[in-house]
């Protein structure tokens, strides 16, 4: 089966930067898009980044020039990485990866995607 495990989430000073990273294994499908949204308290989740096999990129406007995507490989497993720069108090959310397919542009656009297969527990980022 398949599964995510995110890492690097924290408690920064505004200002700071943070890497999240993300392990999946057991994803065995072609066209493969990596994304990563956020979910804030009150608040619904939106989507912040995504990266398709192509290293087509997209993000949500609020990150746009601060944030990162990137990916990795392994055998038989997928890294996917959000860096982050310039952090807000706004930033605070717990953060998920996903993993999936379709297009990254809807990826972001929303978070209801219905190519979206797979997500992970979620990593806490808080920004004060």
């Known amino acids: 089966h398949v599964q995510l495990v995110e890492s690097g989430g924290d408690s920064v000073q505004a200002g700071g930067s943070l890497k999240l990273s993300c392990v999946i294994s057991g994803w065995r499908y072609p066209s493969t898009v990596l994304g990563w949204f956020r979910q804030a308290p009150g608040k619904a989740r939106e989507g912040v980044a995504a990266l398709d096999d192509d290293g087509s990129t997209s993000y949500a406007d609020s990150v746009k020039g601060r944030v990162t995507i990137s990916k990795g490989a392994g055998v038989n497993v997928f890294y996917v990485y959000l860096e982050m720069r310039s952090l807000t108090p706004s930033d605070t959310a717990v953060y998920y990866c996903?993993?999936?397919?379709?297009?990254?542009?809807?990826?972001?656009?929303?978070?209801?995607?219905?190519?979206?297969?797979?997500w992970g527990q979620g990593t806490q980022v808080t920004v004060s």
């Open positions: 996903a993993i999936g397919q379709g297009l990254p542009l809807k990826w972001v656009a929303d978070p209801q995607y219905d190519a979206i297969a797979y």
